[in-house]
């Protein structure tokens, strides 16, 4: 018993080890896939949120605000897969994941069925976006502090 034991041991720090190595990586190149391909979406104008980002960004012309936004992702995700600029691509990524959630202050009544506890299909869709917002986090967090990046 004490033999299966320190194989689970074993197994589970390679494993572990394997995790902590290589989760950055595909947590950014996931978060870049989806960025690109929601941002395609909007710019091929056939993204089922193309009304809800026309009513939450109401200081552009509709066509452009969908526009605007899909070519925003496509950029962040681009960024993302080739570790462009990454600070400055998380940067925008953490603005446009938090501008989401100006819907439910603009278009409150999109979001929500009679209640705060009962979302829409669109608050949902929104809601959802915490957990992108925290993936996003997770990269950033991967990153190599500037002081370390730098030779003295």
Not at 126 to 145: D, E, F, I, M
Request: proline fraction near 5%; charge should be positive; avoid cysteine.
């Amino acid at each position: 018993m004490r033999k299966l034991f320190q194989k689970i041991v074993a197994f589970d720090r390679v494993l572990i080890d394997r995790l902590r190595r290589y989760s950055p990586l595909v947590l950014r190149l996931a978060l870049g896939i989806v960025f690109i391909w929601f941002g395609a979406l909007k710019v091929a104008g056939v993204s089922p949120v193309n009304e809800l980002v026309q009513s939450t960004v109401w200081w552009l012309p509709p066509g452009m605000s969908v526009l605007v936004l899909g070519v925003v992702e496509i950029a962040i995700g681009i960024g993302l897969i080739f570790r462009l600029v990454p600070r400055l691509v998380l940067l925008l990524f953490t603005l446009q994941m938090l501008g989401t959630f100006l819907a439910f202050f603009v278009v409150p009544g999109q979001m929500f069925e009679g209640n705060l506890l009962r979302l829409t299909v669109l608050g949902e869709f929104v809601v959802k976006n915490l957990v992108l917002l925290a993936a996003g986090l997770s990269v950033a967090a991967s990153l190599p502090k500037l002081e370390e990046t730098q030779k003295v």
